[in-house]
T-cell receptor
Framework: NAGVTQTPKFRVLKTGQSMTLLCAQDMNHEYMYWYRQDPGMGLRLIHYSVGEGTTAKGEVPDGYNVSRLKKQNFLLGLESAAPSQTSVYFC??????????????FGQGTRLTVV | QKEVEQDPGPLSVPEGAIVSLNCTYSNSAFQYFMWYRQYSRKGPELLMYTYSSGNKEDGRFTAQVDKSSKYISLFIRDSQPSDSATYLCAVVNAGNNRKLIWGLGTSLAVNP
């Protein structure tokens, strides 16, 4: 059981380049999330999805786009990377949101550096 | 004021010590309280969750919630070097917006 898998694990981009981060989950979860984690800032929600074909903005959505074409996949896109987007990105999924039985399962993270 | 406050530490203790990790929150509408553990260069993983005020125990770990004080705690007994990690508290609003709200995390080092 792989859980939540993120691709790639590491990436270095030049300013202005674009890239897509892929998240795949095999737990048939409805909810999926993209977070970024920065020192002193904690986990911040970028975008999330409550089901296939739906997406919504989180706390820090600017500069990012997402798509959820298939239930098991959640893609995070950076159209024109900026140094401020240097961060560790985590994808997570959950059966539902809210409630004590809602465990969010996290991927291993993608370390992105924009130079 | 942040909705969830957590002292980032770092906290350094000798092996075998009792560790106390704490968070405070501002909104009495928060109903679910969780503790996640994050090892270096890994994603967070759920350690414990509680719903009501009081204690919940799981092995060496005890989660405590005091809703009257808006205070949540995680106690680790007989701490081990393998407990060295960052511990994040998270709360959930039971209202329409039921997203997780995270503390910044407390870095813990247990020294052999």
């Amino acid at each position: 059981n792989a859980g939540v898998t993120q691709t790639p694990k590491f990436r270095v981009l030049k300013t202005g380049q674009s890239m897509t981060l892929l998240c795949a989950q095999d737990m048939n979860h409805e909810y999926m999330y993209w977070y970024r984690q920065d020192p002193g800032m904690g986990l911040r929600l970028i975008h999330y999805s409550v089901g296939e074909g739906t997406t919504a903005k989180g706390e820090v959505p600017d500069g990012y786009n997402v798509s959820r074409l298939k239930k098991q996949n959640f893609l995070l896109g950076l159209e024109s990377a900026a140094p401020s987007q240097t961060s560790v990105y985590f994808c997570a999924s959950s059966y539902r949101t809210g409630g004590g039985d809602t465990e969010a399962f996290f991927g291993q993270g993608t370390r992105l550096t924009v130079v | 004021q942040k909705e969830v406050e957590q002292d980032p530490g770092p906290l350094s203790v000798p092996e075998g010590a009792i560790v106390s990790l704490n968070c405070t929150y501002s909104n009495s509408a928060f109903q679910y309280f969780m503790w996640y553990r994050q090892y270096s260069r890994k994603g967070p993983e759920l350690l414990m969750y509680t719903y009501s005020s009081g204690n919940k125990e799981d092995g060496r770990f005890t989660a405590q919630v005091d809703k009257s004080s808006k205070y949540i705690s995680l106690f680790i007994r007989d701490s081990q070097p393998s407990d060295s990690a960052t511990y994040l508290c998270a709360v959930v609003n039971a209202g329409n917006n039921r997203k997780l709200i995270w503390g910044l995390g407390t870095s813990l080092a247990v020294n052999p």
